[in-house]
């Protein structure tokens, strides 16, 4: 049974920082790729940013929105993807949820490619 599981959210002042694991378990980590999402209250889903497996280099992207701020990484036998999110704004609030999906091709931030979610963490940055 895949399961992911998210950490570390909080709350946090304004251009502060906060580091998300997304620990995974139940499947063969090296061949998926691993989306990070969140919402806020009363908007949609957004897809924030993504890390590709190993064969395809780990490529990454990021939302325009938190490109020079946020990082993404994996260890792969930890099993566990790292969303390092630095200059926090009160506009990163949310719950931030990890994703799985199953693919050779580099990752994309669009929730419908993704079929295995973990359950979410809050993320609350106050102005």
């Known amino acids: 049974e895949v399961q992911l599981v998210e950490s570390g959210g909080g709350l946090v002042q304004a251009g502060g920082s906060l580091r998300l694991p997304c620990s995974a378990s139940?499947?063969?980590?090296?061949?998926?790729?691993i989306g990070w999402f969140r919402q806020a209250p009363g908007k949609e889903r957004e897809g924030v940013s993504c890390?590709?497996?190993?064969?395809?280099?780990?490529?990454?992207y990021y939302d325009e929105s938190v490109k020079g701020r946020f990082t993404v990484s994996r260890d792969n036998p930890k099993k566990t993807v790292y969303l390092q999110m630095n200059s926090l704004k009160p506009e990163d609030t949310g719950i931030y949820y990890c994703?799985?999906?199953?693919?050779?091709?580099?990752?994309?931030?669009?929730?419908?490619?993704?079929?295995?979610w973990g359950q979410g963490t809050q993320v609350n940055v106050s102005s």
């Open positions: 890390i590709g497996r190993r064969d395809v280099n780990e490529k990454f």
């Open positions: 139940g499947f063969n980590f090296d061949d998926y790729a």
């Open positions: 994703a799985a999906e199953r693919n050779d091709r580099e990752c994309v931030v669009v929730a419908e490619a993704y079929a295995d």
